[in-house]
């Protein structure tokens, strides 16, 4: 195998360790919505203890990314492939935290009836995930153009969130017992916002790969 080709293989190990890192990110925030609804707690515990197997995942992808650019010494746009591999990863890692966080919030609701029928989040989510797909897909495709479109879903899903923490700052007035509750699903929506943020964020990454030039999409 001559260098080149020893490159481009190491490179394609690199892709697809982020794209086994993403699966599961990918299922831990599905996961995450669906216990919320349920008020599982045993499987919300299950996504919390998951996350390590994330972690260890982007540890491996830095180690893989530092040997390559110690033994390749990768240069323009080689190198910066190597770079936006670590730095989606990183972004990656951040979502799968927001599925912890999202499991964390229905362990703190508990067993506690809900005010009413969780209906609005998981839309919001859908539309979260949404990014989250098209921004990995113009990864792999080195897509600019779908990079693009995912960011200008960015404002939906903020405007979704500010719609729902205003009606549930509206319940919490109406419903000063369920604090606990109303706060905590405030939070996930929170998560959910910036899991639309650091989608955004891994579309940024892809422009900077295909162009060289780094674009704030969230401006």
Request: proline share 1%.
């Amino acid at each position: 195998m001559n260098i080149r080709s020893n490159f481009d293989s190491n490179l394609n190990q690199l892709k697809d360790m982020l794209m086994d890192m993403a699966r599961l990110t990918e299922s831990s925030i599905q996961d995450s919505i669906h216990v919320l609804i349920k008020q599982d707690l045993k499987q919300a515990k299950d996504i919390i203890d998951r996350d390590n197997a994330i972690d260890e995942l982007e540890n491996d992808i830095n180690d893989k990314a530092i040997s390559l650019i110690a033994m390749e010494a990768p240069v323009a746009r080689d190198l910066r492939k190597i770079i936006v591999a670590l730095k989606i990863s990183s972004e990656v890692e951040r979502i799968a935290d927001n599925a912890v966080n999202i499991a964390k919030s229905t362990l703190h609701i508990g067993n506690e009836k809900l005010i009413k029928e969780i209906v609005d989040i998981p839309k919001m989510m859908d539309m979260a995930l949404k990014m989250l797909s098209d921004s990995l897909q113009s990864f792999l495709q080195e897509d600019v153009d779908l990079a693009r479109k995912c960011a200008e879903e960015d404002d939906k899903v903020d405007e979704m969130y500010g719609m729902l923490v205003k009606e549930l700052m509206g319940y919490l007035q109406q419903n000063p017992n369920n604090t606990n509750q109303i706060t905590q699903l405030a939070f996930v929506c929170r998560y959910i916002e910036r899991v639309a943020d650091h989608s955004t964020n891994i579309a940024e990454h892809v422009i900077y790969l295909v162009t060289g030039k780094r674009y704030d999409l969230n401006a």
